[in-house]
Structure formats: structure tokens, C-alpha cells
């Protein structure tokens, strides 16, 4: 069974930076595209990053572009999305996705960016 588990997020103020790190247990890492999403309080989900299982290829959405950056370490089973120059309106609940022939979610942690 996979298991998907986000962690670093916190209180940071607006400008500062977080990095979330996301462990994968269970299944083919390399075989997966990792993805990092958020759902800002009363908001929907939404996609925020994406990489493919090579790490050759990134995806952000326009919001994002040039503040994060998704990676991954196959050795270790990790994604990683670091965040800088964060704004007020990054704060959500961030998950990590790993997807393959079936999508799995973490539970989130929780991003703050205080004004």
C-alpha cells in the first residue's frame, strides 16, 4: 500500500521561505509523477506543481512560477517543494500527490504566510 506523508509546513512571514517534503513509501517511486496541490482556507483544491518521474520535466501554475520549485530524490523516496518569496495568499493546506497507474494523496500540512 502507498502511503504518501507531507511535512514542513509552519508560520512564515510574507517574503519569507518554506520547503515541503513529501515521503513516499510503498510503491515505485521513480515510477511515479509527483504533483503538489493546495486549498486555500474556504477554497477549493487546486494544482500548484507537477514533475514527471524522470525530474526532467516541471509544471507551476502561474501563480508560482519563479517563487517554487518542485523536485525529487529517488534515492530517498522524497519530493520536495520549495517555496520562496511567499505571499499572504499562499497560505493553504498543502497535499503531495504521487501519480501512477492509481493517484495517491497525503494528508496535507498546513502553510501560513503572515502579512
Known amino acids: 500500500q502507498v502511503q504518501v506523508v507531507e511535512s514542513g509546513g509552519g508560520l512564515v512571514q510574507a517574503g519569507g521561505s518554506l520547503r515541503l517534503s513529501c515521503a513516499v513509501s510503498?510503491?515505485?517511486?521513480?515510477?511515479?509523477?509527483m504533483g503538489w496541490y493546495r486549498q486555500p482556507p474556504g477554497e477549493e483544491r487546486s494544482w500548484v506543481a507537477g514533475?514527471?518521474?524522470?525530474?526532467?520535466?516541471?509544471y507551476y501554475t502561474d501563480s508560482v512560477k519563479g517563487r517554487f520549485t518542485i523536485s525529487r530524490d529517488d534515492d530517498k523516496n522524497m519530493a520536495y517543494l520549495q517555496m520562496n518569496n511567499l505571499k499572504p495568499e499562499d497560505t493553504a493546506v498543502y497535499y503531495c500527490?504521487?501519480?501512477?497507474?492509481?493517484?495517491?494523496w497525503g494528508q496535507g500540512t498546513q502553510v501560513t504566510v503572515s502579512a
Open positions: 514533475l514527471d518521474e524522470s525530474g526532467s520535466r516541471t
Open positions: 500527490t504521487a501519480a501512477g497507474l492509481s493517484d495517491y
Open positions: 510503498g510503491g515505485t517511486f521513480s515510477s511515479f509523477r
